[in-house]
């Protein structure tokens, strides 16, 4: 079970404004249903859940489209990130945060892939975190350019071993 989990789960983004904006995110209950699964992993051996939500104009703290989707495992111990900017790290208190609970390596999922995530992501990687995540444990939606699929596909290759490693076992 150890193998499995990092330091600290840190879910970005899964908020009913983000989930649902229109259009569903791409292949959103399979992500739902992964991320619940880590959860559980995480808080069967005592690791802390970081959850970070974004604000905007469209995501106003304590309004509906703000709040973490309802079907997500959330519990009054876990930890709680308010941003503005993509990058999660951004003038804000994750990085205190993370080192308060004395973190080395990092689990990410959340939204979106190309947005949120990548700049998170990349920007751990260079403050010197070992990032993990499991395979599609992001999501977006289509684009002019790509498919949301093909735009999960593309980024998964740009962070595979340079940004971040694979946790396996999670189909």
Same mark, same amino acid.
């Given at each position: ?91 804000? +208190?994750?990085? =205190?945060? $993370? &080192?308060?609970?004395?973190? #080395?390596?990092? /689990? ?27 395979? +599609?444990?992001? =999501?977006? $939606? &289509?684009?002019?350019?790509? #498919?949301?699929? /093909? ?21």
């Amino acid at each position: 079970m150890m193998e499995t989990c990092t330091d600290v789960l840190i879910v970005v983004d899964l908020q009913n404004g983000v989930c649902y904006d229109g259009n569903h995110l791409y292949d959103l209950n399979n992500l739902l249903n992964k991320v619940n699964r880590r959860i559980a992993l995480y808080r069967e051996i005592h690791k802390p859940i970081i959850f970070v939500q974004h604000c905007d104009e469209a995501l106003v703290p304590g309004e509906e489209p703000w709040a973490i989707h309802a079907d997500l495992d959330v519990q009054e111990q876990d930890f709680f990130v308010r941003k503005t900017h993509a990058n999660s790290f951004y003038e804000t +208190n994750l990085k =205190s945060l $993370l &080192d308060q609970l004395a973190v #080395s390596r990092i /689990e990410f999922c959340g939204a979106q892939t190309e947005y949120c995530m990548d700049a998170t992501i990349k920007y751990a990687h260079g403050l010197g975190y070992e990032n993990y995540m499991i395979q +599609n444990g992001t =999501s977006t $939606l &289509d684009n002019p350019w790509m #498919s949301a699929k /093909e735009t999960i596909s593309f980024y998964e290759n740009i962070w595979n071993h340079r940004f971040l490693k694979w946790i396996d076992g999670e189909s």
